[in-house]
C-alpha cells in the first residue's frame, strides 16, 4: 500500500475533493469498479496518510461524490454504490493523460501515411496540374504567376500548362481491436498487471475519440474462451480462473476486423503468458498449462500467418521476461510479419501509443 500511495503524496496546490477524487479514481480501477471495497481502502489511507483533517473527512467527500453525481446506489443492491457514467469517462480521461500526457482535440482525426495525392491536408509542394485534378486544389496565385512570367505584362493569357496544384497527404482510418488477456496469471504472484492493461485500454479508447474519430476501436477479452467488451465496461474488468485461449481471441478479432470497411486493420494483443487452452468442438478445453504444447502453440502460430495473408498485423506486448516466452513471441511475429514488444509495466501504455501514433515498425530480433 505504501509504493501504491507514493505517488499521491505530493501536494498538487488542489481543493480536498479533488485530491480525493484523484485517489479514489485509482482505486476504483485498482477494483474493477468496486465502490464499496475503493472506500473502504480510502479509509485506510485516510488512517496512515492523514487525507483529511477536522474541516473534511471521508464521510464528507462521499456525500460530495454523490452530490456531483460520481456514484449513485447500486441497481443490485440496496446498500451498495456504482460509479457513473461521468466516473467512467473520468477514469478514461485520466488513463489517457497518465500515459500519453495532455492532448489538444483536432479538427480531424486522420493518420498520415508516405503517399501524396488527393487525400485531405494541405502540403507545401506544388505540382503541375494533370486532368482529372480537383480544381479546389489549383494554387490559382502560383498559375497566374506563371502565366504573366510567361507572357510578360502587356498580356494575360493562362493555359493549362501554367495550372498548379497544392500537394496534399493521404489521411487514413483504422480499424483496430486491442485483445486483453484476463487469465489468472495477470494477477499471479502479487503482481498486478491487468490494471495497467486495463487502463492502456482506456487511454487507447480515449485517444481514439478525441483524435482519431474516423478510426474504431473494439476490445476482446480472452481467457479460456473470448468475448467482445464494450469500453464502458473496461473499469470494471478482472481477471478469472481462467488458462489462455490466444487461439480464440484471435479468431475473434479476425472476424470483427472482416467486416470493417476501412482500409487499415491491425489487432494489439497484451498477455503476459503462453498460449495454454484450445476449445475442442465438442465443447470441452484442451489445456496444458506446462511449457509449450505443440498443438496449442501451432495452432496459435497458424493463425498468425492466416492473419498476416488478410493483411492485418498483429502487435504483441507481452509483459513478461521468461526466455521462452520471448522465443513463443519471436516465432509468432515472424509468422505474422508484424512487431513485437517486451515491457515492463510501466512501459505499456508509452510502447502502445508510440506504436499507434506513428505506426513505426520495430521486428523482433
Known sequence: MDLFFTSFQEDSGKGPFEKLLEIFLELVTHTSGDVDEAIDWLRELDKEYSLTDETYSIDDFIEELNRKKFIRQSDKSGDGKSITPKSEQLIRQRSLEQIFGKLKKTPTGNHKTNALGKGDEQTADRRSYQ????????????????????????????????????????????????????????????????????????????????????????????????????????????????????????????????????????????????????????????????????????????????????????????????????????DFTEANQGRAFYSGLNGLGSFIFEDYESNRKRKVR
Not at 493549362?160 to 496534399?168: G, H, W
Not at 467488451?229 to 473499469?235: E, Q, R
Not at 498449462?289 to 501451432?298: A, K, Y
Open 131 to 330: 486532368f482529372g485534378d480537383r480544381t479546389d486544389r489549383i494554387d490559382f496565385t502560383q498559375s497566374i504567376r506563371n502565366a504573366q512570367k510567361r507572357n510578360g505584362q502587356d498580356e494575360f493569357n493562362l493555359r493549362e500548362d501554367d495550372l498548379e496544384v497544392i500537394e496534399s497527404e493521404h489521411m487514413s482510418s483504422t480499424s483496430t481491436v486491442l485483445m486483453i488477456d484476463i487469465s489468472h496469471s495477470m494477477i499471479l504472484y502479487g503482481e498486478d498487471r491487468i490494471t495497467p492493461a486495463k487502463k492502456v485500454a482506456m487511454a487507447l479508447a480515449e485517444l481514439i475519440k478525441r483524435k482519431y474519430p474516423k478510426d474504431t476501436l473494439d476490445v476482446v477479452v480472452f481467457g479460456n474462451d473470448a468475448w467482445q467488451i464494450s469500453v464502458k465496461d473496461l473499469p470494471y474488468l478482472k481477471v478469472g480462473p481462467y488458462h489462455t485461449n490466444t487461439v480464440a481471441g484471435l479468431e475473434m478479432a479476425m472476424e470483427i476486423l472482416r467486416k470493417k470497411k476501412n482500409p487499415n486493420k491491425q489487432i494489439f494483443m497484451i498477455t503476459d503468458g503462453k498460449p495454454s487452452c484450445l476449445k475442442e468442438k465438442d465443447g470441452t478445453y484442451y489445456k496444458n498449462s506446462f511449457g509449450l504444447d505443440p498443438r496449442i502453440i501451432n495452432r496459435t502460430l497458424n493463425l498468425a500467418a492466416a492473419a498476416k495473408k488478410a493483411k492485418l498485423t498483429i502487435t504483441t506486448f507481452m509483459i513478461a521476461k521468461d526466455p521462452y516466452l520471448q522465443q513463443f513471441v519471436r
